[in-house]
Each structure stands twice: as C-alpha cells, then as structure tokens.
C-alpha cells in the first residue's frame, strides 16, 4: 500500500513538472476570491503576464484581505507606527501562495491557546473527582503533566485523532471555496449571517486567540519558575 502511495506521488510529481508554469489564482485564495481574481486577469491584455501574487494583493489587498491587519493599535518601531498591515518578516510579500496555510495555522493555535489558558486556570479552583487529581495530590497545575502521565498519553491521542480528521480539509483548502480555519463547525448557531458581522467575528476571534498565545506562554513561564498557582508570581 505504501509503495503505490509512493508510485502514485511520483508520477503526480512528474506530471506536474511538464504542467503551465503559471499559477493559478486558486493556489493563493479560495474560489470565491480567485474569481475576483481570474476576471482582473482575463481583462489584463494577453501580451501581460503578472504574477499571479501581485493580481492577487491588487484585487484583494494585504494579506489576501484576511482580518487582522486593520490595527490601528500604536506600535512604536514600525513603519507606520501602527499594527496596521504588520509583517515584519515578509511572509505576505515572499510567500503569499502559503498565506491560508499561515491563517489556518494562526487560528488554530490561537484556539488551541484559548482552551488551554481556561484549562490552566479552572483546576486552580475545582478538579474532577479522583484522589490522583485533588489538590493534595497535585498542589500546582503545571506537575500534573508529570504527576499524570497516562491522562497526558490519552489528551494527545485524543488530540492527534481530531487534528487528523482535519487533513483533508487541510489539503484541500485551495481547492474550495473553504475559509482558513473553516471547518462548519457551528453547534449553537452563533456565526451570523451579515457579511460585515462575520468579519467582527473572525477578527475578534483572531485578537483573543493572539492575547491567549502570549497569556498561555506567560501562565506556563510564571508557574513554572515561580513553582506558585495562580496568578503564577
């Protein structure tokens, strides 16, 4: 079985090698977006072959026109002396064919953070029943991933299977018109259907998962020197 898999991305690597070498707008956005894109290009004159990067950031701006590039919070050192349009590192302008990836990327992480920073806290004031997790036997949050290792083992299978059922989805991404970080998950109901409302979502999302980034890795920083619970100093 692994041997076909490995025949078949072979010949698929091969066959792409012979393929047009310009790229398509649908490697740097979704379908929604690449049409935008594909009609600035059907009118551009045949003789004028743009990269598809620079249709893209004409059409659609920085980023792709993702959230999170408004600012205009104060940052003293940039350019503009704001956070508008940061990227110090140039990852909009050197790879813009892996800017879904990197907002995927981002908004997991930043969910990621999210879960961990409540769960990092709520055990500082209730645990769930078992002697092994009472307070008396683990007076700090932060031993428990030494004082617990099969329900560390558990959490990441656990973890592992979720995130692998996102593979698809992941390799796809260009292919549909599926937002970065888009999985229709939506229980409750809670994502509104105006296109302006689902921008404050996505960016409120975005900001909190940012703040919770720093917070997680300030928490874990503070118990772990500290050797304090809550609020880790």
């Known amino acids: 079985m692994i041997k076909a898999c490995v025949t078949i991305l072979a010949v698929a690597s091969t066959a792409a090698a012979f393929a047009p070498t310009r790229i398509s707008p649908r490697s740097f956005v979704g379908k929604l977006a690449a049409a935008e894109v594909e009609a600035v290009v059907a009118e551009a004159p045949a003789e004028v072959e743009a990269p598809v990067e620079e249709v893209v950031k004409k059409v659609l701006g920085f980023c792709n026109g993702y959230v999170g590039g408004e600012g205009p919070e104060p940052m003293p050192g940039t350019p503009t002396g704001t956070s508008v349009n ?52 683990i007076p700090n949050v932060i031993d428990a991933h030494d004082a617990c290792p099969e329900q560390m083992i558990q959490i990441m299978g656990w973890i592992s299977i979720i995130e692998a059922c996102t593979f698809a989805a992941l390799a796809n991404m260009n292919n549909f018109d599926r937002e970065p970080g888009d999985f229709s998950f939506d229980p409750l109901g809670l994502f509104p259907k105006d296109p302006e409302k689902q921008k404050e979502y996505r960016l409120a999302e975005l900001k909190n998962g940012r703040l919770a980034m720093i917070a997680i890795g300030g928490m874990v920083t503070g118990a772990a020197i500290s050797g304090r619970g809550f609020p880790y100093f």
Not at 99 to 127: C, D, N, S
């Open 86 to 137: 940061f990227d110090p590192a140039g990852f909009a302008e050197r790879s813009p064919e892996w800017l879904p990836w990197y907002r995927e990327a981002e908004l997991k992480h930043g969910r990621a953070a999210m879960l961990a920073t409540l769960g990092f806290v709520a055990p500082e004031f209730i645990r769930v029943p078992g002697e092994q997790f009472s307070f008396e036997s």
